[in-house]
């Protein structure tokens, strides 16, 4: 069965930082582009960063641009987000999605369009307070 384990979520301070982690089970990343999404209840799902299959590539939303960080170690079948000077508008549930095709094996898949990722995992809970 494949699947997509998101871990590293928690409760920090404004200003603080947390790296999350998504990992694969059942398949290999090798091949997928990931990108991680973020929820905020009673709000639509928006698009954090993305990056290549091959992990050249990589897009951030505006909102988190400079502060945030999308790497990848194929080796151990794992896609990390860095997140550093977090604000209290960054609290959310944090999603990872992999998005399979040739397409995406040099440039990062969209943040905007969902129907691009085949897979999800269930998400992990990110409290920044203030």
């Known amino acids: 069965q494949l699947q997509l384990v998101e871990s590293g979520g928690g409760l920090v301070q404004s200003g603080g930082s947390l790296r999350l982690y998504c990992a694969a089970s059942g398949f290999t990343l090798t091949h997928y582009a990931i990108g991680w999404f973020r929820q905020i209840p009673g709000k639509e799902r928006e698009g954090v960063s993305s990056i290549s299959a091959f992990g050249g590539s990589t897009d951030y939303a505006y909102s988190v641009g400079g502060r945030f960080t999308i790497a990848r170690d194929n080796a151990k079948n794992t896609v990390y987000l860095q997140m550093n000077s977090l604000k209290p508008e960054d609290t959310a549930v944090y999603y990872c999605?992999?998005?399979?095709?040739?397409?995406?094996?040099?440039?990062?898949?969209?943040?905007?369009?969902?129907?691009?990722?085949?897979?999800w995992g269930q998400g992990t809970q990110v409290t920044v307070s203030s």
């Open positions: 999605a992999a998005a399979y095709g040739s397409s995406w094996y040099h440039q990062p898949p969209s943040i905007t369009d969902e129907s691009i990722y085949g897979y």
